[in-house]
């Protein structure tokens, strides 16, 4: 019998001394005997008995039955009282203690030593059903024990989660209700019964949903036995397969989507192995096959008898590099039905894994006879273009990368003859038509960055015959069918006008500026203090208000702000009372009495206390509408500009010239309207055509009534609406039209110089866009996972409903606030949510798609967990932010408890105090721990991969196989003995083998002379 460990706790002295005296003669320690409980428990804290006896009535301010709770439930020691009281109060605080055992006064020395015994070996019990207990309660699958009659008599804490319903509704109820309705007959028939019959069984089923979603378990069911072997109930192990089966039905799914990807491709492919042989083929290889090599090949015939057009050298040359990883692209011309056709042909590798060994290779064949042909047609559409950029009025430059001029159109020519002097040719250096050594020293800088790719523009003001011109010049690059840049466009605009009035603009702002400064604007004054404003009788009358008319009021300048501008002058006058901006500059509209809008430049000062509290606002605004629509005007006129730019780089432009008069006569128009709309030059000139009768009917009204519109207001540019003009087939396209205004010496209206392009496609791709956008707006409605689109400054423009539920807001509350409301202030990692968040808005930004674990905060503040996929979605040529939003709140607690339950498992193999051994069917050695002693410790990798014939000989090899064998085919625990060499020499050793699964055992080896030892 091991020595155990006693306390003794005895306020009678003499008593003490004799407990003391039994417990040493029944061979146990004494560590400790004393008259009362405190000295006891700070025993229990130094060195921890295996059980305490403990008197109840003790003195000082603990009683026996108080100090006996401590310490159960602080050193988990069994505690056995020794006590006189046999009364019926005394009893019952006992019994409802911490105690295990109770003996009445006098004791005698046998009932002692049986009792410590029993205490001791019941406590030890308990404490190992209650680490069992533990560790099948944190088992995330469920473990049910089941009566013969079917119903649940005990379930885990994992059953909950597996069947989504509480404990409370699973024990007591029938097995077969926990799986679909009108099952309960089949699962008692052919799962309990069959359980009862062969000892065991396992399945698949479906568990009755309570959320209308289907979910699969598999179930694992043994019988349970008693101590005389009869059968009492079942015992069954439950393992939710739903996302099992989920990911096999997405490798179906997966599966045939690669394959109508393979057979849905615009290019024919051909799978070949190393050995040159054709493995699979797509539905475009067979058309090929069939329709224009017509050959008669098949699958497992060699590639040199499909491919026969191509040169067997050749093909055999190209595949040998590929299969050494090379990929190749090639074109060959084949005669075929005495027809050229074109093929673009792809050799590449296929690599399976890692180890980049490649075992097969892909060919793919495109027919590109139709890309020849359009080439073809390009560059005679080339040729054809070359007269429209002659009759250019803009000055054309075409320079190769060396500064040699290439070609140029007419109007450069002319421009160059006027300012130099000279006929400007072919070969000429570009630098020789740049005066002065700094602006070519300039120009060679601009040439260069061109040169990388940049579209740059500069201007410069130059002068010429004694006077000031500005000169505003283009450099773009151009680029062959490779994608190289290998010619430089340059063009010029003659801009004088457009700085005069920049020019204007800044004296116009300086002035304005003088005049603010003055105090001749209106005046405003905010007393933060005592929440009252000043505004000056000045102020009233830049608005058309007398003052009496206007109270100063707090909020009556808020009231005159235009609705677009209200948030950001809030937001500005915050920034600046806060110290974010060091001056207060704001541009508003504010509602003059006549209903207009009137530009304001609003000016302001802040006046702090002692104590750098802000007390007081005051400031000025100034009248810059003349500086606004001059800004206006500059920004129309360069937008104009810059759209006539791209439509002559586009070329396919209609010119044309037409009287200013009611029937609208056709003065010129450019020779390539044939081409555009099919009627001939001379069917305008005629008169027999106005350009008004053929625009499309429905377009025309509105079309007028643009033109008479700006005829009205004397514009001098226009750029009219698109709209539809009518071929001469009768058929119609759309364009994009630009006029100006031409006038006599008198200023009177004489014609109308305008060009038009074709843009049908544009507009065929737009409609295109606005389909793919309701398609995209109705998919994001219907989403199961919660969606919201951002702006760039964080303010929600969209959501769906799953967002409005995940979050317990409503779509008023979302739609126009900001997105960091749905967030905490602070990520799990620590980083603010605001910071973190950035460089997953930049990663969206760069087109990378970001998907990334995020913590959220619902309308009732709790958090939960959640997986973002955040990318960029334009919606109305505008670019947004567009995050997926998954809950993951149930994974990752899923994921929390599996560590938890990995490390308690860690600890319990770490407590077995054998050997421990895992060996698979075929007798290799997977695992190896050694003894907790660490006596017979030897370097893992001395055992894991070894053979038993390694260890074992002869008939102990056979007589451990066999073991194996039965642990494996019946799952029978088997028990062998066996000697064998050890750091200690030999040694007897016993195993127990047990089955982990199909592949594997478990063996539990001790070392039956060191076990007798540590005894």
């Not at 801009?495 to 500026?513: F, G, K, M, P, S």
Request: glycine share 4%; proline share 2%; hydrophobic share 35%.
């Amino acid at each position: 019998m091991k020595c155990k460990k006693i306390i003794i706790v005895e306020d009678d002295k003499m008593l003490l001394t004799v407990f003391s005296l039994f417990v040493k003669e029944l061979g146990h320690e004494v560590i400790g005997a004393y008259t009362n409980a405190e000295k006891a428990i700070e025993q229990c804290n130094i060195n921890r008995p295996d059980v305490v006896l403990m008197d109840i009535n003790l003195p000082g301010s603990i009683d026996g039955i108080t100090a006996a709770d401590k310490i159960y439930y602080e050193f988990d020691v069994p505690i056995i009282y020794i006590s006189s009281y046999t009364d019926e109060t005394t009893v019952t605080r006992a019994i409802k203690s911490s105690t295990y055992g109770y003996l009445v006064k006098p004791i005698d020395k046998v009932s002692l030593g049986i009792t410590i015994d029993l205490v001791y070996s019941k406590h030890k019990n308990d404490h190992q059903s209650r680490i069992g207990e533990i560790i099948i309660d944190h088992i995330n699958d469920a473990i049910l024990t089941v009566s013969l009659n079917g119903k649940i008599t005990f379930c885990n804490k994992g059953s909950e989660k597996v069947f989504g319903i509480d404990k409370s509704q699973i024990t007591g109820n029938l097995f077969a209700s926990l799986f679909t309705p009108n099952s309960i007959d089949y699962i008692q028939e052919n799962v309990i019964e069959k359980t009862l019959s062969d000892g065991e069984f396992e399945t698949e089923l479906i568990i009755k949903s309570h959320s209308n979603v289907n979910k699969y378990v598999y179930i694992s069911l043994s019988v349970l036995n008693d101590e005389i072997d009869e059968v009492f109930g079942l015992i069954c192990y439950c393992k939710d397969i739903t996302n099992k089966r989920e990911i096999e039905e997405y490798s179906k799914i997966n599966f045939a989507n690669l394959k109508a990807i393979f057979n849905g491709a615009t290019e024919a492919i051909y799978i070949v192995n190393r050995d040159f042989i054709l493995l699979n083929q797509n539905k475009l290889a067979f058309q090929y096959q069939q329709k224009l090599f017509k050959t008669n090949y098949k699958t497992g015939d060699s590639i040199y008898s499909v491919l026969n057009f191509l040169s067997h050298d050749d093909l055999k040359s190209l595949i040998n590099t590929t299969l050494e990883g090379v990929s190749h692209v090639l074109e060959r011309v084949i005669i075929l039905n005495n027809a050229e056709r074109y093929f673009k042909i792809t050799i590449y590798p296929i690599i399976y894994d890692e180890n980049c060994k490649i075992e097969r290779f892909c060919i793919s064949l495109l027919d590109i006879t139709e890309n020849k042909r359009i080439e073809k047609d390009l560059d005679e559409t080339k040729n054809e273009l070359k007269p429209l950029f002659d009759s250019s009025i803009q000055r054309f430059y075409l320079s190769d990368l060396n500064l040699k001029m290439v070609a140029f159109n007419k109007a450069a020519r002319d421009v160059i003859m006027r300012e130099f002097n000279r006929q400007i040719k072919r070969g000429d250096n570009v630098l020789d038509f740049v005066p002065t050594d700094e602006r070519q020293k300039h120009f060679i800088e601009m040439f260069a960055e061109a040169k990388k790719g940049h579209s740059i523009v500069y201007k410069e003001k130059i002068s010429i015959r004694e006077t000031d011109v500005w000169n505003e010049t283009h450099l773009d690059p151009v680029m062959n069918e490779r994608g190289e840049i290998y010619r430089i466009l340059i063009w010029t605009l003659d801009v004088t006008e457009r700085e005069r009035n920049l020019n204007d603009l800044r004296e116009t702002q300086e002035r304005y500026a003088l005049v603010a400064k003055g105090g001749n604007d209106g005046i405003w004054d905010w007393n933060m203090l005592t929440e009252t404003v000043y505004l000056s009788p000045r102020w009233k009358a830049l608005l058309g208000y007398e003052d009496y008319e206007l109270k100063n009021e707090f909020g009556v300048r808020d009231g005159f702000i235009h609705p677009d501008d209200l948030e950001k002058s809030k937001k500005n006058l915050e920034d600046f009372i806060t110290g974010k901006i060091p001056a207060y500059e704001n541009e508003i509209r504010l509602k003059h009495k006549n209903g207009t809008y009137v530009w304001v430049l609003e000016r302001g000062v802040l006046l702090n206390d002692a104590h750098e509290k802000p007390i007081r606002l005051a400031g000025s605004i100034t009248d810059i509408s003349r500086q606004k629509n001059i800004e206006n005007e500059i920004r129309e006129t360069n937008k104009m500009l810059l759209e006539e730019r791209e439509m002559f780089i586009r070329g396919s432009v209609v010119i044309a010239r037409i009287k200013a008069t009611d029937s609208k006569n056709i003065v010129y128009i450019s020779e390539n309207v044939k081409e555009v709309l099919g009627y001939d030059v001379k069917e305008f000139y005629s008169g027999n055509i106005t350009y008004d009768a053929i625009i499309h009917s429905e377009d025309k009204i509105y079309h007028v009534a643009e033109r008479n519109e700006a005829l009205n207001r004397n514009a001098s540019h226009i750029e009219f609406s698109p709209y539809r003009m009518i071929r001469k087939d009768g058929t119609f396209l759309w364009v994009k039209d630009f006029a100006t205004i031409i006038r006599d010496v008198q200023n009177n209206i004489t014609e109308i110089l305008g060009y038009f392009i074709d843009i049908t496609e544009q507009k065929k791709s737009e409609e295109i866009l606005l389909e793919s956008q309701k398609k995209y707006f109705s998919m994001f409605k219907d989403a199961s996972d919660a969606m919201v689109i951002v702006d760039n400054n964080d303010v929600i423009y969209d959501c769906n409903e799953k967002l409005e539920s995940l979050f317990g807001y409503n779509r008023n509350e979302l739609v126009n606030n900001n997105v960091l409301k749905l967030m905490p202030e602070i990520q799990p990692s620590g980083q603010l949510s605001i910071e973190k968040r950035k460089s997953k808005i930049e990663e969206a930004y760069k087109g990378k798609v970001s998907t990334y674990y995020w913590k959220y905060k619902r309308k009732d503040e709790t958090l939960f967990d959640a997986e973002v996929s955040l990318t960029t979605v334009t919606l109305q040529n505008k670019k947004y932010l567009h995050a997926s939003i998954r809950d993951i709140t149930e994974r990752k607690t899923i994921e929390r408890n599996l560590s938890i339950t990995e490390q308690k498992n860690k600890a319990l193999l770490e407590a077995i105090p054998d050997l421990l051994f895992i060996i698979d069917k075929n007798g290799v050695y997977k695992y190896f721990k050694p003894d907790i002693y660490h006596e017979l410790e030897v370097p893992a990798e001395f055992v894991v991969g070894k053979t038993l014939d390694f260890f074992f000989k002869n008939e102990m090899l056979e007589k451990v196989r066999n073991c194996i064998n039965i642990a494996l085919s019946k799952g029978e625990v088997q028990m062998v003995e066996y000697e064998l060499d050890s750091p200690k020499g030999m040694r007897l050793f016993e195993a127990r083998i047990s089955k982990i699964d199909d592949e594997n055992i478990l063996m539990l080896v001790r070392d039956k002379i060191q076990s007798n030892h540590h005894k």
